[in-house]
């Protein structure tokens, strides 16, 4: 069977979501990681705004404003904030493994608490193992910190558990969102979000982060600069369009089995641009993570009068 449109798209998405993680990482390695992900937004936001209004679509109505801000500050606020500030202290390989691995999890948490998807056993214990996962990949560096106070090991924690409800907070965002997509063009809904959750990036940024006064003034460097375009383009305007889309037309949790495939090119690339390395241990976790991935996906079926809504949309 040949695939279909949504297959191609899926794939897309994973290259590219796979690839971004260099990229935030070369950044927020040189710029405040709450502006890095502010003006990333805000530009793309900007960008597909005025690409929406180009195709016509119609705007946002009044009663929808409430739902929409709350997916922006779900999906790109509270996400990204604690996503960027993360990675300062942990691998990019890592952090793609760990916010890509747990997002399936939570989408499925959330969509069985607000019954999007069918109560099972196995699903239990996807979220078991992705517990279990966090525990392995992370375990031994919060001993360590807790025993030694080693202040970097305690980082490397506080990172991983940001980088951890990114992908919680990410899940539920998409939850809530779905309902919107089945109303509003994909390009006009990732607009709106990305730029007011962009714009409160920025006001954390400037509240938050005195040497965001001085980025402004653009010297990052290139690498900095080129991860910046780069998540501009493809992670926000290209890849969150087509994961919309995605969330429109097959779902939430399947939208979400990207997961599967980008924390293998994040490791990658981590390993081949970076130099990171990853031990045994590193691997074992990310393996169960993984795994819990893709039990979380197995099998799901959304309920019926849901997946009538969505093919009429």
């Not at 405040?32 to 992900?37: D, G, I, N, R, T």
């Not at 801000?69 to 691998?91: E, K, N, Q, S, V």
């Not at 990732?190 to 730029?195: F, H, P, Q, V």
């Not at 691997?283 to 819990?292: E, K, N, R």
């Amino acid at each position: 069977m040949r695939p279909d449109r949504n297959t191609w798209l899926f794939l897309l998405l994973c290259a590219i979501w796979g690839s971004t993680w260099i990229g935030i990482k070369a950044g927020v390695d040189a710029v405040p990681p709450l502006f890095f992900a502010g003006t990333r937004f805000t530009a793309a936001g900007l960008i597909l705004l005025g690409f929406s209004a180009w195709q016509g679509s119609a705007r946002i109505a009044r009663r929808d404003w409430g739902r929409a801000a709350a997916c922006a500050l779900l999906m790109i606020t509270l996400c990204y904030g604690p996503l960027f500030w993360g990675m300062r202290h942990i691998d990019s390989g890592t952090a793609a493994v760990l916010e890509l691995g747990l997002t399936p999890v939570a989408l499925l948490g959330f969509a069985l608490a607000l019954r999007e998807e069918r109560f099972a056993r196995i699903k239990i214990l996807a979220i078991g193992m992705g517990l279990g996962g966090l525990v392995v990949l992370f375990g031994p560096v919060a001993a360590e910190s807790w025993t030694s106070g080693d202040r970097d090991a305690s980082l490397q924690v506080w990172g991983a558990l940001a980088v951890a409800s990114a992908a919680i907070i990410y899940g539920a965002g998409s939850v809530v969102a779905r309902p919107l997509l089945r109303t509003y063009p994909s390009t006009l809904l990732a607009g709106a979000t990305t730029l007011i959750g962009g714009i409160a990036l920025l006001a954390l940024s400037f509240a938050f982060e005195p040497e965001s006064v001085q980025a402004l003034r653009g010297d990052w460097g290139w690498a900095a600069w080129s991860g910046w375009v780069f998540l501009v383009l493809f992670g926000s305007l290209v890849g969150y369009t087509i994961y919309m889309q995605l969330l429109r037309d097959i779902g939430a949790s399947r939208a979400g089995a990207y997961a599967f495939v980008s924390p293998v090119i994040a490791v990658g690339l981590g390993v081949m641009v970076m130099g990171e390395t990853v031990s045994l241990l590193d691997g074992i976790g990310m393996v169960i993570l993984l795994a819990a991935a893709w039990l979380a996906m197995t099998g799901k079926q959304a309920p019926p009068e849901i997946e009538r809504t969505a093919q009429v949309s």
